[in-house]
T-cell receptor, first 113, second 116 residues
């Protein structure tokens, strides 16, 4: 079936460290891929997306590239800040009328000063 | 502009009691979603509405769960009777809707349900 697998957390980094959160997917066809972020006490927010192979989504210093050959969409940031501490969810959907999002289990990021 | 509003934010009930959650989507958003998020997991879709029509409720446990969106605006999700395993966060999301183009889903803060 269709699914998303993320690296388990928590991921603990020092401020200004490089971040990678791995995400791989299993899906029929060619889904769109997303990263959502959930800050403490808040709702999920779309961080970035990519709708076709080799697309790179980027926002707030975060980047992820849609790799069809490895079925991956790893999230990266060159220099994390304390304010980036949150739970990050990788998700996929299809470009049809349903837009049902299938989420990974989430990865908690903790950035220490 | 106000985001997706959900209430209550927290609810604690005894098992076998009924419970209801309310969601008011972003103004103008025709599509409304209810998701279930278990602890340590990602959200899973329960039901999706296009205006007042439930177009995808395949994951909704219909023996105890029900939902409505009578006027195509706000929505209520109900559980009757609640079971211990229903303890989770219930998320509401909305999007502009329409077919063939991507419309971002905006999420509310969720209702955290604890069943004792």
């Amino acid at each position: 079936g269709n699914s998303v697998t993320q690296m388990e957390g928590p991921v603990t980094l020092s401020e200004e460290a490089f971040l990678t959160i791995n995400c791989t997917y299993t899906a029929t066809g060619y889904p769109s891929l997303f990263w959502y972020v959930q800050y403490p006490g808040e709702g999920l927010q779309l961080l970035l997306k990519a709708t076709k192979a080799d697309d790179k989504g980027s926002n707030k210093g975060f980047e992820a590239t849609y790799r069809k050959e490895t079925t991956s969409f790893h999230l990266e940031k060159g220099s994390v800040q304390v304010s980036d501490s949150a739970v990050y969810f990788c998700a996929l959907s299809w470009m049809d009328s349903s837009y049902k999002l299938i989420f990974g289990s989430g990865t908690r990021l903790l950035v220490r000063p | 502009e106000a985001g997706v509003v959900q209430s209550p934010r927290y609810k604690i009930i005894e098992k076998k009691q009924p419970v209801a959650f309310w969601c008011n989507p972003i103004s103008g958003h025709n599509t409304l979603y209810w998701y279930l998020q278990n602890l340590g997991q990602g959200p899973e879709l329960l039901i999706r509405y296009e205006n007042e029509e439930a177009v995808d409720d395949s994951q909704l446990p219909k023996d105890r769960f029900s939902a409505e969106r009578l006027k195509g605006v706000d929505s209520t999700l109900k559980i009757q009777p609640a079971e211990l395993g229903d303890s989770a966060v219930y998320l509401c999301a909305s999007s502009l809707g329409g077919q063939g183009t991507y419309n971002e889903q905006f999420f509310g803060p969720g209702t955290r349900l604890t069943v004792l």
